[in-house]
């Protein structure tokens, strides 16, 4: 019988039931005393029933209590104004009337809770807030932090290692199934008398008869008298032999230790270093793929290179021979076999597989790259192309072994057994002559109607025949061509085409193919925008001829566009010849006579090559074409101060303040008296010009100076503060003036004045650098470092501040300081060229070269940068290199720059203002040592 029924038989029906209403354990049978005080409470006799133990069956409709509370009626809970605290009436009767009050009141509390509703919700709200701003969340916390795994590549997310378990819970485990029992010797004699014969565990030999001795020794036991004891001395016995046998009979050395003989486990270490587990695992996959899909080519490939990389080449030869044998017509295995294989083996495998497979390219050209004889290549080629005639690449492999003679003949025989190949086609009219080429190319755009670079390669032939005027009308009778057969024309494909034929030193072609296809598929009102685009695209990839043809199609539908003229003009200049630069100017100002840049450019080249009276001529039209042209009448005058023709530039200029007369006219009045050494007439032009422009800056600045030059530093005390007043928001006036108290120690007065500055100007990073420099002159480096602190809490994108804060920081400090100045501003060439200074500094020139070079391709117009940079390559470069980067610094012809304006601006610098590579000079000896 089940144990399970047993139990269920002896189990109680009411066991695990509730009790039923009334219930008293051992009242039937008159065990009462079991009843104690806690049970039935005070004054209460141990027969009685427990009220609590019966159900209130007889609950009222209107949802009376079991047991009505007592009312407490004392003083203490009595107020003179609400009574007592209880309610007094809530035994009695609830009626209609109570619940319609209780429905007033109800709606009454509602309605006032939504009154408070809206405030209730924003205090609630606030606490919330300032409770999280007191003790944020854990995900609050790191907010930052996880915003920053944005950044990460995905090589950063592969590299995070594998969170282990370090939890130390004890899992629940089936210690039933882990349980063994050893089985007793009875049974294993009961087997063994069965079976008849016993076996040697440890060595396998197996005896017939029962009791007869082996060679080790040992006597075999008889069925009935089995000893497990005898079997493990077997086992050590065994083992001595192993190792007896590993020992050398020479010299009596062992070759593998007795005491440690898994030393030798070394040697199947794969190659690689992988996991052997790994390995192991890819062996077994690869052969459960062989042994169920033995047709599988990819299968035995992978095994075979897997055992090549555990260096087990043998091995792998071996798995490659039986894929051959498994998959004869697969070109792959067999190449596989020939790559695995010493020469003369390949040689013979591919020779196996030329026979299972003879119409295989692949493994032709394996053949031919087994052979290291011009000649034994041509017949292995030959003797492939009689079992394939039809392969394009098998030809043109044929062909490049050949000398033009013998390969025109073989292109011959190609086109006629490949006659759609467009490259055999036109590889064999490159070889023929005019005439023939010109039959060749007729005959491939019969047999390939479709294709538009025999078209491209036809006039490319005529434009090589000098017959230009050809070349035009082929290219328009191939766009006829291609659309009469179906063949959309694709805009990019040809642009493309002509970018080559620009590359191939074919420029009439290249012209011909943009003018034709330049305006096929681009919208009206996006023609400007897409040319110009094409002309960039062009000129980045070195095609000028293709830009230069795009330019001029452009100019002939916008011959009224400025910017095309003078993105045009431009390209010219930094691409073409001065002929070509000076003939787009003169169709320009032709076009746009009111373009006062056009006509400017035109008179400064005509300058810069040395020709003074054509740049005049060209000057006197442009004042025909703009009477009171500004710019034009400056141009004027510098180009006569220039040339040292100082009476007929005074004569422009005074002409210039009667016609045009603006501040700026003014101004270089005053600066050539100035530069000519007359101060009188200068101080005196500048009275004229405040009286007419009082607020223009300039004119303060130059007043104080030309006033300190005189040593009337009381005057030009009173000039800068005029100019403050009147321009408040000019930072050089500021400067000046603060640079002045500085220079007769008035530290406190120049720290007030930039103070001021910085509270009409906060955000103006050269007055905090100026007053971050005064501090540090006047010896306050405590000071200095929080007024550097606060700048960069007000300008922390300034590259000129985090540059002043790297050399401001300590030599170990600063390669920090410059990884937080990068990250804040990394496009900023200051900071670069700070980055740069500090690796000059360290002496790591290489870095600082490749630091410098960013530092001018980022900000090309900053002075100081290309001024560094050629003291830097005049201590640590070469003399070409030099050379190099004055021609790029004049080709930038930079403006800017804090050192750069001292000396492009200063007085005894006028004669050489315009001459880059002076300034550059000049401005390289003016600045200050590294520190």
Same mark, same amino acid.
């Given at each position: 019988?089940?144990?399970?029924?047993?139990?269920?038989?002896?189990?109680?029906?009411?066991?695990?039931?509730?009790?039923?209403?009334?219930?008293?354990?051992?009242?039937?049978? #008159?065990?009462?005393?079991?009843?104690?005080?806690?049970?039935?409470?005070?004054?209460?006799?141990?027969?009685?029933?427990?009220?609590?133990?019966?159900?209130?069956?007889?609950?009222?409709?209107?949802?009376?209590?079991?047991?009505?509370?007592?009312?407490? $009626?004392?003083?203490?809970?009595?107020?003179?104004?609400?009574?007592?605290? =209880?309610?007094?009436?809530?035994?009695?009767?609830?009626?209609?009337?109570?619940?319609?009050?209780?429905?007033?009141?109800?709606?009454?509390?509602?309605?006032?809770?939504?009154?408070?509703?809206?405030?209730?919700?924003?205090?609630?709200?606030?606490?919330?807030?300032?409770?999280?701003?007191?003790?944020?969340?854990?995900?609050?916390?790191?907010?930052?932090?996880?915003?920053?795994?944005?950044?990460?590549?995905?090589?950063?997310?592969?590299?995070?290692?594998?969170?282990?378990?370090?939890?130390?819970?004890?899992?629940?485990?089936?210690?039933?199934?882990?349980?063994?029992?050893?089985?007793?010797?009875?049974?294993?004699?009961?087997?063994?008398?069965?079976?008849?014969?016993?076996?040697?565990?440890?060595?396998?030999?197996? /005896?017939?008869?029962?009791?007869?001795? /082996?060679?080790?020794?040992?006597?075999?036991?008889?069925?009935?008298?089995?000893?497990?004891?005898?079997?493990?001395?077997?086992?050590?016995?065994?083992?001595?032999?192993?190792?007896?046998?590993?020992?050398?009979?020479?010299?009596?050395?062992?070759?593998?230790?007795?005491?440690?003989?898994?030393?030798?486990?070394?040697?199947?270490?794969?190659?690689?270093?992988?996991?052997? =587990?790994?390995?192991?695992?890819?062996?077994?996959?690869?052969?459960?793929?062989?042994?169920?899909?033995?047709?599988?080519?990819?299968?035995?490939?992978?095994?075979?290179?897997?055992?090549?990389?555990?260096?087990?080449?043998?091995?792998?030869?071996?798995?490659?021979?039986?894929?051959?044998?498994?998959?004869?017509?697969?070109?792959?295995?067999?190449?596989?076999?020939?790559?695995?294989?010493?020469?003369?083996?390949?040689?013979?495998?591919?020779?196996?597989?030329?026979?299972?497979?003879?119409?295989?390219?692949?493994?032709?050209?394996?053949?031919?790259?087994?052979?290291?004889?011009?000649?034994?290549?041509?017949?292995?080629?030959?003797?492939?192309?009689?079992?394939?005639?039809?392969?394009?690449?098998?030809?043109?492999?044929?062909?490049?072994?050949?000398?033009?003679?013998?390969?025109?003949?073989?292109?011959?025989?190609?086109?006629?057994?490949?006659?759609?190949?467009?490259?055999?086609?036109?590889a064999l009219a490159k070889l023929e002559t005019y005439e023939n080429a010109r039959k060749v190319l007729n005959k491939a755009r019969q047999k390939i109607p479709t294709d538009r670079k025999i078209w491209i390669n036809a006039a490319r032939l005529e434009e090589a025949n000098n017959n230009k005027e050809m070349v035009h009308k082929i290219i328009e009778r191939a766009l006829t061509s291609l659309k009469a057969n179906m063949v959309e024309i694709n805009r990019e494909l040809w642009l493309k085409e002509a970018e080559e034929c620009d590359h191939a030193e074919s420029p009439i072609t290249c012209q011909a193919i943009v003018r034709t296809v330049i305006a096929i598929g681009v919208e009206t009102e996006d023609r400007k925008h897409t040319w110009m685009e094409d002309a960039d695209s062009f000129t980045a990839n070195k095609a000028y001829v293709a830009a230069r043809a795009v330019f001029?199609?452009?100019?002939?539908?916008?011959?009224?566009?400025?910017?095309?003229?003078?993105?045009?003009?431009?390209?010219?200049?930094?691409?073409?010849?001065?002929?070509?630069?000076?003939?787009?100017?003169?169709?320009?100002? /032709?076009?746009?006579?009111?373009?006062?840049?056009?006509?400017?450019?035109?008179?400064?080249?005509?300058? $810069?090559?040395?020709?003074?009276?054509?740049?005049?001529?060209?000057?006197?039209?442009?004042?025909?074409?703009?009477?009171?042209?500004?710019?034009?009448?400056?141009?004027?005058?510098?180009?006569?101060?220039?040339?040292?023709?100082?009476?007929?530039?005074?004569?422009?200029?005074?002409?210039?303040?009667? /016609?045009?007369?603006?501040?700026?006219?003014?101004?270089?009045?005053?600066?050539?008296?100035?530069?000519? =050494?007359?101060?009188?007439?200068?101080?005196?032009?500048?009275?004229?010009?405040? #009286?007419?422009?009082?607020?223009?800056?300039?004119?303060?600045?130059?007043?104080?100076?030309?006033?300190?030059?005189?040593?009337?530093?009381?005057?030009?005390?009173?000039?800068?503060?005029?100019?403050?007043?009147?321009?408040?928001?000019?930072?050089?006036?500021?400067?000046?003036?603060?640079?002045?108290?500085?220079?007769?120690?008035?530290?406190?007065?120049?720290?007030?004045?930039?103070?001021?500055?910085?509270?009409?100007?906060?955000?103006?990073?050269?007055?905090?650098?100026?007053?971050?420099?005064?501090?540090?002159?006047?010896?306050?480096?405590n000071v200095a470092q929080a007024l550097l602190a606060r700048a960069l809490q007000t300008c922390p994108k300034s590259g000129i501040l985090w540059s002043e804060c790297i050399f401001m920081a300590p030599r170990p400090a600063r390669k920090t300081k410059s990884v937080d100045g990068l990250k804040n501003c990394d496009n900023d060439a200051h900071i670069v060229l700070a980055v740069a200074r500090l690796f000059w500094l360290e002496r790591k020139m290489k870095k600082a070269k490749e630091w410098f070079i960013k530092a001018v391709k980022l900000n090309p117009d900053l002075g100081d940068t290309w001024a560094t940079y050629y003291k830097f390559t005049a201590a640590h470069g070469t003399e070409d290199e030099l050379k190099v980067l004055v021609e790029k610094c004049v080709q930038a012809d930079p403006h800017h720059g804090e050192y750069w304006c001292k000396t492009c601006k200063s007085?005894?610098?006028?004669?050489?203002?315009?001459?880059?590579?002076?300034?550059?000079?000049?401005?390289?000896?003016?600045?200050?040592?590294?520190?």
């Open positions: 019988m089940n144990v399970q029924n047993l139990v269920n038989k002896k189990k109680k029906a009411f066991i695990g039931m509730t009790a039923p209403p009334g219930y008293v354990p051992g009242l039937g049978r #008159g065990a009462t005393g079991f009843t104690t005080r806690s049970d039935i409470g005070p004054a209460r006799d141990a027969s009685d029933i427990s009220d609590e133990r019966h159900k209130n069956f007889n609950k009222g409709k209107s949802g009376e209590r079991q047991e009505e509370e007592e009312e407490d $009626l004392n003083e203490s809970n009595f107020d003179e104004f609400t009574g007592y605290g =209880g309610s007094l009436f809530g035994g009695g009767p609830y009626d209609k009337e109570d619940e319609e009050a209780d429905i007033v009141y109800e709606s009454i509390d509602k309605r006032m809770d939504e009154r408070r509703k809206i405030k209730r919700e924003e205090r609630l709200k606030e606490e919330i807030k300032r409770y999280r701003m007191e003790k944020p969340k854990i995900q609050q916390q790191f907010e930052d932090i996880k915003r920053e795994l944005g950044t990460m590549s995905s090589d950063d997310w592969s590299a995070i290692p594998d969170v282990a378990n370090m939890t130390r819970t004890k899992k629940n485990k089936n210690t039933r199934a882990e349980r063994f029992t050893p089985v007793p010797d009875s049974m294993i004699e009961r087997i063994a008398s069965q079976q008849g014969h016993s076996t040697y565990a440890s060595s396998g030999i197996q /005896t017939a008869l029962p009791g007869t001795a /082996t060679s080790l020794g040992m006597k075999t036991p008889a069925p009935g008298e089995l000893d497990l004891l005898q079997i493990g001395v077997a086992k050590n016995s065994m083992l001595g032999v192993k190792l007896d046998q590993a020992s050398d009979s020479v010299t009596g050395q062992t070759v593998v230790d007795p005491k440690g003989y898994l030393t030798d486990l070394n040697s199947i270490t794969p190659r690689n270093l992988g996991d052997v =587990g790994d390995i192991k695992k890819a062996r077994l996959l690869l052969q459960s793929v062989t042994n169920t899909n033995p047709k599988h080519a990819p299968g035995w490939i992978a095994a075979a290179r897997l055992e090549e990389v555990t260096g087990k080449l043998q091995q792998a030869r071996n798995i490659i021979v039986k894929a051959c044998e498994v998959c004869p017509k697969n070109e792959d295995v067999w190449i596989e076999a020939a790559r695995l294989q010493p020469s003369e083996m390949a040689k013979s495998i591919i020779a196996k597989a030329v026979r299972n497979l003879p119409q295989s390219v692949k493994i032709w050209d394996k053949a031919v790259q087994l052979e290291d004889d011009t000649m034994a290549k041509r017949r292995v080629l030959r003797k492939a192309l009689e079992n394939i005639p039809n392969s394009v690449k098998l030809w043109k492999d044929a062909v490049e072994l050949e000398e033009p003679g013998d390969a025109r003949i073989l292109l011959g025989r190609a086109v006629e057994c490949c006659p759609t190949s467009v490259e055999l086609w036109c001029a199609y452009t100019l002939t539908v916008f011959p009224t566009k400025k910017s095309i003229w003078q993105r045009a003009a431009f390209f010219e200049k930094n691409h073409g010849t001065i002929e070509q630069y000076e003939s787009l100017l003169q169709r320009a100002v /032709t076009y746009c006579p009111k373009a006062e840049v056009l006509w400017l450019m035109r008179a400064k080249s005509k300058w $810069l090559a040395g020709n003074v009276p054509e740049a005049r001529s060209i000057l006197n039209d442009a004042f025909g074409a703009n009477p009171n042209s500004e710019e034009i009448w400056i141009a004027a005058i510098t180009l006569e101060s220039k040339n040292n023709e100082h009476e007929r530039a005074r004569k422009l200029l005074q002409k210039a303040r009667e /016609t045009a007369g603006t501040a700026r006219v003014w101004m270089k009045s005053a600066r050539l008296e100035w530069c000519l =050494g007359n101060l009188a007439g200068a101080l005196q032009t500048i009275q004229y010009g405040l #009286g007419k422009f009082p607020e223009f800056p300039k004119f303060y600045l130059m007043k104080g100076q030309i006033e300190l030059q005189q040593g009337n530093k009381e005057k030009a005390r009173n000039t800068y503060d005029l100019g403050i007043k009147r321009c408040p928001e000019c930072i050089p006036l500021w400067i000046s003036l603060s640079t002045l108290e500085t220079g007769d120690d008035n530290i406190t007065k120049a720290r007030s004045i930039l103070e001021k500055a910085r509270v009409r100007n906060p955000k103006n990073d050269e007055l905090w650098v100026n007053a971050i420099r005064l501090e540090v002159k006047a010896g306050n480096d007085i005894d610098n006028w004669r050489i203002d315009g001459n880059t590579e002076h300034m550059l000079k000049l401005c390289a000896k003016s600045l200050p040592e590294l520190r």
